[in-house]
């Protein structure tokens, strides 16, 4: 089955700590995407790469990192910068045609809670 | 940058038929999407615009009018599972073909 997988489902950090978000997907898509989303509101674009080896910031990337080593994989590390980490995270990835985002379809979701 | 407005929340009736509105403001719009989102869950795709007109899916439509800078969802025969939030998002041909997202609205159904 082809889709968007995230781990772990539920995280929790203590002060002082980076951690790790996975994201992988087997759709072939060549864009990957991270956001934000706090409760009763939207997205927020945190990262997005549109190719391996290469990502932009986007709307909220202070005290957050990521790399794109491979097409397969968007890892996230939310490091001890990022002072209000409590959040929904989401993972998503879409074709991209002649500089035109195809549909973006989302992995489950990781929850980051602060101990 | 962009401004988009959705509802915050609206409750319908099993059965009934239900709109949800979206306005925006963009200066390099191509193409309205919607997305479904349970609590606690993912977004699922729904509809995509970028002409005027209707797009029928089922029991969804989605509506735009790029000169008004405005869009619906139109949900028809709701059930109770319909109960969840609905994202608009804008593509920005002037911001490099990324999404911005409206807070979304929560439909509540109920029997």
């Known amino acids: 089955d082809g889709g968007i997988t995230q781990s772990p489902k539920y995280l929790f950090r203590k002060e002082g700590q980076n951690v790790t978000l996975s994201c992988e997907q087997n759709l072939n898509h060549d864009a990957m995407y991270w956001y934000r989303q706090d409760p009763g509101q939207g997205l927020r674009l945190i990262y997005y790469s549109q190719i391996v080896n290469d990502f932009q910031k986007g709307d909220i990337a202070e005290g957050y990192s990521v790399s794109r080593e491979k097409k397969e994989s968007f890892p996230l590390t939310v490091t001890s910068a990022q002072k209000n980490p409590t959040a929904f995270y989401l993972c998503?990835?879409?074709?991209?045609?002649?500089?035109?985002?195809?549909?973006?379809?989302f992995g489950p979701g990781t929850r980051l809670l602060v101990l | 940058g962009q401004n988009i407005d959705q509802p915050t929340e609206m409750t319908a009736t099993e059965g009934a038929i239900v709109q949800i509105n979206c306005t925006y403001q963009t200066s390099g719009f191509n193409g309205l999407f919607w997305y479904q989102q349970h609590a606690g869950e993912a977004p699922t795709f729904l509809s995509y615009n970028v002409l005027d007109g209707l797009e029928e899916k089922g029991r969804f439509s989605s509506f735009l009018s790029r000169s008004k800078g405005y869009s619906y969802l139109l949900l028809k025969e709701l059930q109770m599972k319909d109960s969840a939030s609905y994202l608009c998002a804008v593509r920005d041909g002037n911001a490099g073909n990324m999404l911005t997202f409206g807070g979304g609205t929560r439909l509540m159904v109920k029997p």
């Open positions: 998503a990835s879409s074709s991209w045609t002649s500089g035109v985002q195809e549909t973006q379809y």
